[in-house]
């Protein structure tokens, strides 16, 4: 029996392991995004002053662990053995949901996760001791509800919201969505007090005003970091909390004075950037906000877990079924050594995690001051919304003066940058990243010292968010868009705790009912699920690598653009010879699979095209070079639309059960293909090696094509006459060599342009 508690309390902590790294990878962009998003500082220095940061928080992580025992359901109302089952339903649940979503690299709660994932885990568990338990097992809580006055008599009835703690399961709940508002609305307010200081020409005014912002910047972070988030570290005494709290107000005037001093001699006498100053130390202390508020998301359950069976292990000769939690109501202190050790993982996670770069590109993309990729499209809501927001500021317009309008508009005129060097450009300035960190730094850091897992998620994401719309980030041109990702990852949020909720009820259902093999079969699923992801997104990265050609510059473009041409190419080959054999097989399945692959190379040439104007931008101001490139994507596309149209009605014809086609059609048909492959290698590799290029014989090649598609037409049109194939049938095949026919000639059109193109780009430099 202590063999089998002592797994699970192994699993746990491996759980725990695995948590951390998916966690801090979805996390990652609470305290990186500011930094990165203003281009501060290069990404090595930023990653080293976060995981100090980390590390420093990990420290003050101590009071907050009690959430995980006690926060969120009563144990004292548990058996060691329900309570163990749990913990391991949390963390099997947090694990598969943090790690999905990272994979999909949408920024998610894992506060909320881990509240809604408890709440679930102990509301399965009540639900199984009331409805299939044993009258007698219900005694021993009874009794221990009648002694602290929980309930009236042994003989009274008990239901489920008995186990759960719920006064403060509502002020959690309650505290992590009114964040959503208050984090929205103070980011929005302070950032645009802030432009109409310094406006986006802040470096003038920065001289007179920085030294005052910086002071104030860092007695926020001092009070609300060092003394409030203070609370809970592990080295505070009594004597200095009480010493801290009387004087409050004096530490914080001597704070803002001091600093403001410093600060001013400083930029005095050596130029220092104060804004960089305040970004950076702004990313250390909200990272180590993050890690004193949200380490408990990752290790409060294992470390909960470890401490159940330290409580047992006091005397294994009870039973485990007979063991009530009672030692987890009171306060339990966590070794340093295991917060430590935890930090070091986050650490290493930050570094090496690459889905934590897709999770921080996701928050960079909404939050960026300028045009580019919009990753959301709009929907009816956002566009309601932002027509709403524009009649608001209509009528505001009409009542306030015309003189205090014009000069709050010029406030908000951004700099005038140079577009070609577009990869050089911040998302955002220096201001506004500043203000995302104090603001965001301020609310989490007030939620610790009240014992509140606000969601570090939702604050500094929606801190970010209303600092875009205060900053007129999200414009005429991109506001649908933005609102339209907002709603998406709100929403996202909302499905966590959904889902965190059912999925934690069923896993502790199953882990009940199927005991130690479920639980064997449950820490494989995690494998495996942990594995598919992984290989999603490694999937989805090379996908994204191999048709990077928007990020272009003069120097880059034509290699960029024929390695996309020809990988799309390669794939319409593959993919036309994979319908052609799937069609004389009538696999559907197959045919499925070709039409997945070729509408995913598509979509990303569709992308290009509607981001058109963003590549342009980047190359020089010569119209000849951007209408070149312009007809290299038409053709490009074209060829795309050519092979969806030869695939959807194949697949069409044998969904619906047709006769197939003829054994000399099929040939016919593979005849083509392959006349059809030889152009476009040969178009390929003239592409890949201009120097090898061989005009002449890509134009035979499509001579070729073009004869034996004439002939097979002929050959059908007296198939058809001599009734030979039926109507279904020959419209197949005649549409079939049609598209073929119209492809030969895109293809050679994108030969011939891309040729021009590139000509064009060597012969201008």
């Not at 281009?39 to 980390?54: D, H, Q």
């Not at 104030?216 to 080295?235: P, Q, V």
């Not at 339990?332 to 921080?360: D, E, R």
């Not at 009409?398 to 700099?415: G, H, M, R, T």
Request: include cysteine; charge should be positive; proline fraction near 2%.
């Amino acid at each position: 029996m202590e063999t089998i508690y002592l797994v699970l309390v192994i699993i746990l902590v491996l759980l725990a392991i695995s948590d951390l790294i998916v966690g801090v990878s979805n996390d990652a962009v609470n305290f990186l995004n500011s930094a990165i998003g203003s281009k501060v500082a290069s990404f090595r220095t930023i990653m080293i002053i976060a995981a100090f940061g980390v590390l420093f928080g990990a420290v003050f992580s101590q009071g907050m662990m009690e959430v995980a025992r006690k926060g969120i359901f009563n144990p004292s109302m548990f058996y060691f053995s329900e309570i163990m089952l749990i913990f391991l339903a949390v963390m099997i649940t947090d694990v598969i949901l943090l790690d999905g979503f990272n994979t999909l690299g949408m920024p998610t709660s894992t506060t909320v996760s881990i509240v809604f994932e408890l709440l679930g885990a102990a509301v399965g568990m009540a639900t199984v001791k009331l409805m299939w338990g044993s009258p007698e097992s219900l005694l021993p809580i009874k009794q221990f509800m009648v002694d602290n006055n929980m309930l009236r008599d042994i003989t009274s009835e008990i239901n489920v919201a008995d186990f759960i703690n719920t006064s403060k399961a509502l002020a959690i709940i309650s505290g992590i969505f009114l964040s959503v508002i208050v984090a929205f609305s103070v980011g929005a307010i302070i950032q645009y007090f802030t432009r109409l200081v310094f406006s986006f020409n802040y470096k003038v005014r920065i001289k007179w005003f920085g030294a005052i912002w910086g002071g104030l910047a860092f007695s926020i972070i001092t009070f609300f970091i060092f003394i409030k988030g203070a609370k809970g570290a592990s080295f505070m005494t009594p004597e200095l909390k009480d010493w801290f709290v009387a004087n409050t107000w004096q530490i914080m005037a001597i704070s803002f004075i001091g600093w403001t001093i410093f600060l001013q001699i400083f930029q005095w006498f050596f130029k220092l950037n104060i804004l960089k100053l305040v970004v950076l130390v702004g990313t250390f202390s909200l990272a180590m906000a993050f890690a004193g508020n949200d380490l408990v998301n990752f290790i409060g359950v294992p470390l909960a877990g470890y401490s159940s069976f330290m409580a047992w292990m006091a005397d294994p000769s009870v039973n485990p079924d007979d063991l009530l939690m009672v030692s987890m109501s009171g306060k339990v202190a966590t070794p340093v050594l295991f917060l430590i050790l935890a930090g070091l993982i986050m650490v290493l996670t930050l570094f090496f995690s690459k889905k934590a770069k897709s999770v921080v590109k996701t928050s960079l993309d909404l939050s960026r001051q300028g045009m580019g990729d919009e990753r959301f499209q709009p929907t009816v809501i956002s566009r309601s919304m932002v027509r709403t927001g524009i009649n608001i500021n209509n009528g505001i317009s009409k009542v306030l003066p015309d003189s205090l309008i014009n000069w709050a508009n010029k406030q908000f005129e951004p700099l005038k940058v140079d577009v070609k060097k577009q990869d050089e450009i911040p998302a955002f300035d220096l201001i506004r990243a500043s203000v995302n960190l104090v603001v965001a730094s301020i609310l989490i850091a007030f939620g610790t010292s009240l014992k509140l897992p606000l969601s570090t998620t939702y604050v500094t994401f929606m801190v970010a968010m209303g600092t875009s719309l205060a900053d007129n980030a999200w414009g005429r041109e991109s506001a649908v868009y933005r609102v339209a990702g907002v709603i998406a990852v709100v929403g996202g949020w909302f499905l966590t705790a959904l889902t965190a909720f059912i999925a934690a009820f069923i896993i502790v259902l199953i882990l009940n009912a199927g005991g130690f093999y479920a639980i064997i079969a449950m820490v494989g699923v995690v494998i495996y699920v942990a594995y598919r992801t992984h290989i999603h997104h490694k999937n989805k990265n090379n996908k994204i690598e191999d048709n990077e050609i928007e990020d272009v510059s003069d120097n880059t473009i034509v290699e960029k653009s024929a390695k996309t041409i020809t990988k799309n190419l390669e794939v319409v080959v593959k993919q036309l010879k994979a319908v052609i054999k799937n069609m004389e097989k009538e696999d559907l399945k197959g045919l499925k699979a070709s039409k997945k692959e070729i509408a995913s190379v598509t979509s990303r040439t569709k992308y290009l095209k509607d981001n058109l104007g963003v590549i342009i931008n980047k190359l020089r101001d010569d119209t000849d070079t951007d209408f070149y490139f312009v007809q290299v994507l038409d053709y490009l596309r074209e060829i795309m639309h050519n092979a969806t149209f030869i695939i959807k009605p194949v697949i069409e014809h044998v969904d619906n059960n047709h006769k197939p086609l003829l054994k000399e059609q099929i040939d016919e048909l593979k005849d083509l293909c392959t006349l059809s492959a030889d152009l476009s290698s040969r178009i390929v590799l003239s592409i890949k090696n201009p120097a090898q290029a061989d005009e002449e014989a890509i134009l035979n090649s499509q001579t070729k094509l073009m004869d034996a598609i004439k002939k097979n037409t002929k050959t059908q049109f007296r198939r058809l006459k001599a009734a030979k194939a039926g109507t279904k049938n020959s419209v197949l095949y005649l549409h079939l060599i049609d598209e073929w026919r119209n492809m030969s000639l895109n293809l050679v059109n994108l030969y011939k342009s891309y040729r021009d193109f590139s000509d064009y780009q060597s012969n201008s430099k």
